[in-house]
């Protein structure tokens, strides 16, 4: 079993960077592909960005392409986020997914508000 504990939410203005971080226990975390979702208030949760067990592929909603980067430090059991340009759209609670075999599992959630 993997506990996930996500970090860096905050309040940003419209424009500015935040980097979310997300921190895996357990000795297999290189194993697990990973993904960054998020929900809106009164929306679904949505996906964000994903990234393999090695980094050697990512991919993004197109709503982020450009603005967000998926990254990965193996050694450190921990996946991030970067995000730039951000704009009020990308207010919400942001989580962060580790998959291996058909089960996953999801951290707590950080707030992200961008104000305009």
């Known amino acids: 079993q993997v506990q996930l504990v996500e970090s860096g939410g905050g309040l940003v203005q419209a424009g500015g960077s935040l980097r979310l971080s997300c921190v895996a226990s357990g000795h297999t975390f290189s194993s697990y592909s990973m993904g960054w979702f998020r929900q809106a208030p009164g929306k679904e949760r949505e996906f964000v960005a994903s990234?393999?067990?090695?980094?050697?592929?990512?991919s993004y909603a197109d709503s982020v392409k450009g603005r967000f980067t998926i990254s990965r430090d193996n050694a450190k059991n921990t996946v991030y986020l970067q995000m730039n340009s951000l704009k009020s759209e990308d207010t919400a609670v942001y989580y962060c997914k580790a998959g291996l075999r058909g089960l996953d599992y999801w951290g707590q959630g950080t707030q992200v508000t961008v104000s305009s």
């Open positions: 990234i393999t067990w090695n980094g050697g592929s990512r």
